[in-house]
């Protein structure tokens, strides 16, 4: 009896302890925890990292905790934090140690084990019950775990693809641990590390090196200072669309000087056929340097956010094509469905009216610490395609990423509550707010939000709110555009405040002044919720522009002004824009 009320009373000394040392800088912060070097031990439960030690079967995953310094971590419990640990048994964390080529877990870095131990812990303490309603969870590294629940089989999942979990929600004291089966890698390699590892191509690594691309594919994050001296840090991320040497050896390609004179001969045939088809004489520029042309096509197989197969492949609609912008200035690529297709690998094509490459699926969709990697069974030349319909998703910019919780950035699916986010200070806007500003307190400048069930039908699930008052403006740059005649509509989100602008009984129903490049020849005027047919919430679309030119193939400035009064003076005025289409005029 002696012993439990020692126990008991040493229970509460530690969580006064906790209490008055509790911070929010670090939940992992070892050198912190008042359990370093302790073991502490609950009179009704354990912490996570003892609990595991009290069952049988996790005997190596306690080996690795101990190994990488994270067994006290895992077993703090200050105010207000807790964990999810995604816990291999001992059978997974042997199956892992022959997935990295290696016998024992000694033969890993401590960092390495460090950085595993990271990937498979959550921040705060999930039940089943809400677990099993998430699409995906961010850990402690800040990478986000998808979740995929078995339908088939009650308390099990994949996480990743490839984390198996065969039990749900064993309760410790400071969390929930789910078993699992099957580990996960954790994602300590960048692209760049991706295409090294993978041994399959020499010459786009040599193409990387020469233009500087292999250093900012290894860059994750990037800290800069503002003007205040206040620390930025920004996360990195990118999509490549991976050649490798053999696909390159079909196209006669085997070295990086082959790769540039390949370039300069595809420059001079299209300026051919473009001096042939205007019947100009038949003299060859060659002012264009191949260090350029390299440049050009290095850009061209990047993205400057990650996507999946999947995400390259969406329909826009009833479109087949999408066209998207690269990393080199002003150039695109398309992605192809056929809808009809029995084959997998067959079913999108890039660039399919020119020289056409698909994905090789067994080495796409290569998941790293800043995005993407995917391989291409074709060497993609840079190439202008003819139009094909554009959606700009207006917060599909990396700069909004960073400013946005991973689990609500475009989510999956509609959320249960909106989730709000300032982003004004993202670098892809430039905003002026109105000198009589604005008597909306539900909304800063500009926020990201999150959708509802009732507006399930808003694209990423998402969108931009602009509250900039009387005469405010924003200005953003638009993805890159095909050259040619364009119609422009624009969807918005409608709510039940936004009525008077519907009916136009204050102001004068959100009058926007829209321009492209400072053109006044390129300028409209257009009041969208005006044109919403029914005063229910929803997502609607109307034009803005019947009819835009852009002569050359470019990403444009595209910018507004508010010149409705009531921004300034009415509480409820908002702009709640999704997307604009950019849909090719018929010829």
């Known amino acids: 009896m002696k012993r439990i009320i020692l126990t008991f009373i040493r229970c509460h000394l530690l969580l006064a302890a906790v209490l008055l040392t509790a911070c929010d800088k670090d939940v992992i912060d070892i050198n912190s925890d008042p359990f370093k070097n302790e073991t502490y031990i609950n009179s009704l439960k354990s912490p996570i990292s003892t609990f595991l030690t009290e069952q049988e079967g996790y005997e ?19 105010s207000g934090t807790s964990f999810t640990a995604f816990v291999p048994n001992n059978e997974a964390m042997t199956e892992f140690y022959h997935r990295r080529g ?96 993978g041994g399959r191509s020499s010459v786009m690594l040599q193409a990387l090196k020469a233009t500087g691309w292999d ?28 050649v490798s040497d053999a696909a390159f050896q079909r196209a006669g390609i085997g070295s990086l000087d082959q790769l540039k004179a390949q370039l300069r001969l595809k420059l001079n045939n299209k300026e051919q056929m473009r001096l042939k088809l205007n019947n100009k004489e038949q003299i060859i520029n060659n002012n264009v340097d191949e260090d350029s042309l390299l440049r050009e096509y290095v850009g061209y197989h990047i993205l400057q956010n990650q996507y999946t ?32 297709a029995v084959d997998e690998a067959h079913r999108l094509t890039l660039n399919a009216q020119d020289e056409a490459a698909r994905f090789v699926l067994d080495q796409s969709d290569v998941l790293s610490k800043n995005g993407y990697v995917h391989e291409l069974d074709g060497w993609l030349p840079v190439w202008e395609p003819e139009q094909a319909e554009v959606l700009w998703d207006l917060a599909d910019y990396t700069e909004i990423k960073n400013l ?144 835009i030119e852009f002569p050359e193939t470019a990403s444009h400035r595209f910018s507004f002004v508010v010149l409705d009064p009531a921004a300034s003076t009415n509480a409820n005025f908002s702009l709640q824009f999704d997307c604009i289409r950019f849909i090719p005029s018929e010829r």
Not at 168 to 189: C, D, F, H, Q, W
Request: with cysteine.
């Open 60 to 78: 190596e995953y306690v080996r690795a905790l101990r190994y990488a310094g994270m067994f006290d971590a895992l077993n703090q419990s200050s």
């Open 309 to 340: 197969i999947g995400e390259l492949g969406a329909m826009n609609g009833s479109s087949t094509t999408r066209i998207w912008s690269s990393s080199a200035q002003n150039q695109v690529f398309t992605v192809s469905v056929d809808t009809l």
């Open 215 to 242: 250093k900012r594919l290894a860059t994750v994050v990037d800290t800069t200072y503002d003007e205040k001296n206040s620390r930025i840090i920004t996360h990195r991320y990118f999509t490549v669309l991976n």
């Open 404 to 547: 946005v919780d991973a689990d609500d950035y475009q989510p999956q699916e509609p959320t249960s509550s909106e989730k709000r986010y300032r982003v004004a200070q993202a670098t892809c806007f430039e905003y002026e707010m109105g000198e009589a500003g604005s008597k909306n307190r539900s909304y800063s400048e500009i926020d990201y939000v999150t959708c509802k069930s009732n507006l399930k039908e808003a694209n990423n699930l998402d969108r931009l709110v602009f509250n900039v008052g009387y005469m405010g403006k924003v200005s953003m740059q638009t993805p890159t555009i095909v050259r040619g005649k364009y119609r422009l509509e624009l969807t918005i989100i409608y709510m039940t405040g936004n009525n008077f602008m519907r009916q136009q009984s204050d102001g004068n129903g959100g009058l926007l002044k829209m321009q492209f490049d400072d053109n006044d020849q390129q300028t409209v005027f257009t009041a969208p919720y005006t044109k919403v047919p029914s005063p229910l919430p929803g997502v609607y679309t109307s034009t803005i522009y019947d009819e």
């Open 102 to 197: 290696v016998d024992s877990l000694p033969q890993l870095s401590s960092e390495y084990v460090r950085q595993f131990i990271l990937y498979h812990t959550v921040k705060d303490s999930i039940l089943p019950d809400a677990f099993v309603q998430k699409k995906s969870v961010q850990n402690l590294n800040g990478d986000v775990i998808t979740i995929e629940i078995d339908s088939l089989h009650a308390g099990q999942a994949l996480l990743n693809g490839e984390g198996h979990i065969v039990e749900m929600g064993l309760s410790a004291y400071n969390g929930k641990i789910y078993a699992l089966s099957r580990a996960m890698t954790p994602l300590v390699e960048t692209v760049y590390d991706r295409l090294v590892e």
